[in-house]
């Protein structure tokens, strides 16, 4: 239930919709707006669209704008997601939980985002993406994808496509909704608002929504484990754990249970074998499989006629978003002094002298345990939010002989918090040190063991805080220059200034004497952006002039230059045409420049992150190196540069009435991508590391390891550097290239059987490659189908019926079979689908309480079908981005209308 909106009204960027006439409802959700052109009155050329009209949102069992959006396979299920926080495609940047839109698999920072057609504020802690479930699906008149390149129209971030959601305009009455949703171990609730009010030279609207879902619990999920022996592959649990392992070179010596550290012997700590192995812990011990969200929307819009011809409007939208969340506790290889009042060393064992930064009298001789603070303060809590806005205020006027002019401006932010406790490394090694059993932190314990007033002497906590602030202001002019045999050639021409700021503050008290005092990092990078755009319709052929052979031939052409504050300027073209031989049959093609501008966080040093991991490596004998993981932001950077085209046909034939047939042909060749390659906890995998080169230093020296330790970007617990046996580098660079070409479908049919009427169809996805490069220096290579990267198909397909007072429609998903590249031998992951239905029936003025009552029922993955088992290295037991953890997920909803 995909249509297409290519023969909708369309608008300029930042333009309000013309009013439409209201259907029976008092809706004017049809046709207002369609994106991908500056021109009003005409459909974009070449470029495909695809889209939800609000009675098919309605009809769909997704419960947020973001859910029903991934459901259309071109949108990739890589990247920013509240499902996957791992390091493919920069998805452990997103620390708030949201969810981008990723079209083409291009990047989630590669998809603009309008409402309306007007730019918003950039979201994330990086300003990455934007979430489009900040807004209630209630408000949506439309909701419409262009996968195509739109540099040309709209500036930067539309190289794989733009995302416009398009609210309701004339909207007279209002409509009330709850929803209560359950599945295993999990569920929600959901309740909305909306009301308008339309007269004759204005209208105005209203909407709330509130949301809530539960956290689901990694406990409760089988395949959500780091344990994968049971799989076929290496137990991948860490070796920090509660109790530990003392560990002495590459020999650890599992710590007993059952005992509390206080009179532990050293005849007690025995070298780990096959038969008595090392401690281990899952990093999912406590930690949300998915986490919880909670969200307030709301939405106001008001439009007036303040003369014939000129019409002020205004409108505006708030959310907030509160983050339900645990992962795993704080864990550190501890370096352990003689000193410290419960030390205990193996019997005969030959102890290395202390690292200066353990602060030991000279001569002393330190170990390492492997720790857990799991027992001692339990999984880390996330305290994270997200609050974002934007008002806007503009300014339509019609100048006469087929010329308007529009203007607004526009003013919005995103503002993002994550706080979680971590560790005191000062009060943690003066702890470490100390003599007095009754002061000293106690590492040997099964259950911790340490008091408890060391233990909040040692607890910190840090704050990361991001604000992304967006100016707007656009001004545009379009009309009929002249007419030709076809019709008026028509053009749009305007103007732009955006004025961006960022925020990025951390405060924490990781390094400082103690907890009372912090340390602050704070940057506030600035950018403005002034750009000209232009955009001409000449249509050769339409039915004014048509012959056999020749029902339509159509061309576009549209530029843009933007000049950027702190990197220069760019200027991208595109050409489209549209040709239809015949009535019910048009082909059509695009070639453009597309552009991505580094956000400011991309280019800001501040970001740098610096943290001690245990990577999984197959060449170690544990399964796990300890890695010097870096991450950040690179001044250096400059726009990311795509060409693309595409051809495309599609086909209504008048002798099958309600059938509708679209396939585009996609090519996009995509350079000096802004990658950060080293960001990948793979890295050390034999699939993985041949690509980074030298990202990777393996046995990086002690030297080079403690400049890194020593920043103060780095907030974990100083430990040995003697430890740390490769050090990747995940740093942002100007080095990527990505080719990438494939086909996008989808064939829809409606039509009346007697009382009732029926509609099938399916929508597909399918990727010839999808080649790509992380360093210049390496040949392109092709990663379609395989983990973490897009599949090569996806699908799905809907069939329903419907009356006018029940409708019934069942979905299929499916995804094509895959390679899963992380495990040795590569694992041939076969095909999977899931079903949802969705249910609907409606009673007209039932009891005389409402216009019309509408009962939902909405089933998830009907079949309650588990992923497809996928042992990687993430680690975890099933992908997360291919497949959900969710399970069967019911909703259960009134709607009631006025």
């Known amino acids: ?164 959601v398009l609210t309701r305009l004339r909207f007279d009455g209002a409509e009330a909704y709850v929803k209560g949703g359950f599945g295993h171990q999990v569920g929600s609730a959901q309740a909305g608002l909306v009301a308008g009010k339309s007269w004759s030279s204005g209208n105005l609207l209203l909407a709330y929504e509130y949301f809530d879902r539960d956290d689901v619990k990694a406990a409760d999920r089988p395949l959500y484990t780091d344990d994968l022996r049971a799989f076929g592959q290496s137990d991948l649990r860490l070796f920090t754990a509660s109790p530990g392992n003392v560990q002495i070179g590459s020999t650890r010596y599992p710590i007993p249970a059952g005992q509390d550290g206080t009179s532990l012997a050293s005849s007690s700590l025995v070298a780990a074998t096959t038969t008595v192995p090392a401690n281990r812990e899952s990093v999912y011990k406590g930690a949300s499989a998915l986490p919880g969200q909670r969200r307030h929307s709301l939405f106001a819009s008001l439009h007036q006629d303040l003369t014939p011809g000129l019409q002020a409007w205004t409108e505006g939208f708030y959310a907030h978003r509160k983050l339900d969340q645990t992962i795993g506790a704080a864990t550190a290889n501890l370096s352990v002094p003689q000193t410290n009042a419960f030390f205990v060393a193996p019997a005969g064992a030959t102890l290395p002298l202390c690292a200066a930064s353990v602060g030991a009298p000279a001569g002393t001789r330190c170990e390492t345990v492997n720790y857990s603070f799991y027992n001692d303060f339990g999984p880390r809590v996330r305290d994270a939010f997200q609050e974002i806005y934007q008002v806007a205020a503009g300014l339509d006027a019609d100048l006469g002989h087929g010329w308007k002019a529009s203007a607004f401006a526009s003013f919005g932010s995103d503002i993002e918090e994550r706080t979680q406790y971590g560790i005191n490394n000062p009060q943690l090694l003066a702890a470490l040190r100390d003599t007095s059993r009754a002061t000293a932190f106690n590492p040997f314990g099964a259950n911790g063991g340490t008091n408890a007033a060391t233990l909040a002497k040692i607890k910190g906590s840090q704050l990361v805080a991001t604000q992304s602030d967006l100016t707007n202001v656009v001004a545009k002019i379009d009309g009929s220059l002249f007419a030709l045999p076809g019709g008026d050639v028509k053009v749009a021409v305007g103007a732009e200034y955006q004025h961006h700021r960022f925020r990025y503050n951390t405060v924490d008290n ?285 699908a799905r397909g809907n069939l329903g019926v419907s009356n006018e007072r029940m409708a019934v429609t069942g979905f299929v998903n499916f995804t094509g079979a895959y390679r899963n590249d992380t495990i040795t031998p590569v694992q041939d992951v076969k095909a999977f689908a899931t079903f949802d239905l969705s249910a609907r029936y409606t009673w007209d003025q039932p009891m005389g309480l409402a216009k019309k009552l509408t009962l939902s029922i909405d089933v998830q993955n009907v079949f309650d079908r588990d992923p497809p088992i996928v042992p990687n290295v993430t680690p975890l037991a099933f992908d997360p981005q291919v497949a959900s953890i969710l399970g069967r997920f019911v909703t259960v909803g009134l709607r009631a209308s006025w």
Not at 25 to 31: E, F, L, S, V, Y
Not at 530 to 543: H, I, K, N, T
Not at 662 to 672: A, E, G, M, P
Not at 773 to 783: F, G
């Open 510 to 794: 990781f390094a400082t004497p103690d907890t009372s005092t912090f340390t602050t990092v704070l940057a506030i990078p600035k950018r403005t952006v002034e750009s000209g755009y232009a955009e001409v319709f000449l249509p050769l052929v339409s039915g004014q002039n048509a012959r056999p052979g020749i029902e339509e031939l159509s061309v576009s052409a549209a530029l843009r230059h933007d000049h950027y504050s702190d990197f220069g300027g760019t200027t991208n073209p595109k050409f489209a045409i549209q040709f239809a031989p015949v009535k019910g049959l048009k082909l059509r093609g695009t070639y453009g420049k597309s552009f991505r501008a580094p956000t400011l966080s991309d280019m800001n040093p501040a970001t740098l992150g610096v943290t001690v991991e245990d990577f999984a490596d197959p060449t170690s004998p544990t399964g796990l190196t300890r890695t010097l993981f870096l991450r950040g932001g690179n001044t250096a950077l400059g726009p990311e540069k795509a060409t693309i085209w595409s051809l495309g046909a599609d086909l209504a034939p008048a002798a099958l009435r309600g059938l509708t047939v679209s396939l585009t042909y996609f090519n996009v060749d995509y350079t000096n991508r802004i990658e950060a390659p080293g960001n990948d906890r793979t890295a050390l995998t034999a699939a993985r590391e041949p690509r980074l080169g030298s990202l990777i230093t393996r046995n990086p020296s002690a030297t080079l390891v403690q400049s890194f330790l020593s920043l103060p970007q780095f907030t974990g617990v100083p430990e040995n550097p003697a430890n740390i046996k490769a050090l990747v580098d995940g740093r942002k660079v100007n080095v990527g290239r990505l080719r990438t070409q494939g086909f996008e479908g989808n064939i829809q049919w409606s039509g009346e059987l007697g009382p009732v009427t029926l509609n099938a169809g399916a929508v597909g996805n399918y990727f010839l490659n999808f080649k790509r490069a992380v360093l210049p220096t390496l040949p392109l290579v092709d990663v379609a189908n395989t983990f973490g990267n897009p599949l090569k198909f996806r």
């Open 1 to 164: 239930m995909f249509a297409s909106a290519a023969s909708a009204q369309t608008a300029e960027p930042g333009s309000k919709p013309a009013a439409q006439s209201p259907d029976a409802n008092g809706n004017a959700d049809a046709t207002i707006v369609v994106t991908g052109t500056s021109i009003r009155g005409v459909a974009p050329v070449g470029a495909p669209v695809i889209g939800f009209s609000q009675a098919e949102i309605q009809n769909q069992p997704a419960v947020t704008t973001t859910d029903l959006l991934r459901q259309m396979p071109s949108i990739v299920a890589t990247g920013a997601s509240e499902a996957y926080g791992g390091s493919a495609n920069n998805a452990n940047a997103n620390i708030t939980g949201g969810n981008g839109i990723n079209l083409r698999g291009l990047g989630t920072e590669a998809t603009l985002t309008l409402l309306n057609g007007r730019r918003l504020p950039p979201a994330g802690v990086q300003g990455q993406y934007f979430d489009p479930s900040v807004f209630a699906t209630s408000v949506i008149g439309r909701l419409e994808v262009m996968p195509d390149g739109g540099s040309a129209i709209y500036g930067s971030d539309a190289v794989g496509g733009v995302v416009n």
